[in-house]
């Protein structure tokens, strides 16, 4: 069974940064996209970040230049590195992964998610 575990969130000033981690283990035979979504009370869960297998990205305008994506291949983690914090980026982010085991096809994994609170 797959798991994806998310750390990093906490409390933050606006301005600040945080780094959050999502580690996939289990019984993983390949991960193809990996994604960040967050999702604030009465906001519909969105896409923050995205990074293919060949290392691709694509990013929600809000965060444009502010946040990257990036990955760790041989230890099946992807990073969001979170700068210039604001208010607004205050939800609970959600690690994302496509990913096939040795006895079935693609499948899509959620983390349990991490609270990331920017104050003013």
């Known amino acids: 069974q797959v798991q994806l575990v998310e750390s990093g969130g906490g409390l933050v000033q606006t301005g600040g940064s945080l780094r959050l981690s999502c580690a996939a283990s289990g019984n993983i035979f390949r991960i193809n996209n990996m994604g960040w979504y967050r999702q604030a009370p009465g906001i519909q869960r969105e896409l923050v970040a995205r990074?293919?297998?060949?290392?691709?990205?694509n990013y929600a305008d809000s965060i444009k230049g502010r946040f990257t994506i990036s990955r760790d291949n041989a230890k099946n983690t992807v990073f969001l590195q979170m700068n210039s914090l604001k208010p607004e980026d205050t939800a609970v982010y959600y690690c994302?992964?496509?990913?096939?085991?040795?006895?079935?096809?693609?499948?899509?994994?959620w983390g349990q998610g991490t609270q990331v609170t920017v104050s003013s």
């Open positions: 990074i293919t297998s060949g290392g691709t990205t």
């Open positions: 994302n992964a496509a990913i096939s085991t040795y006895s079935t096809s693609t499948n899509d994994y």
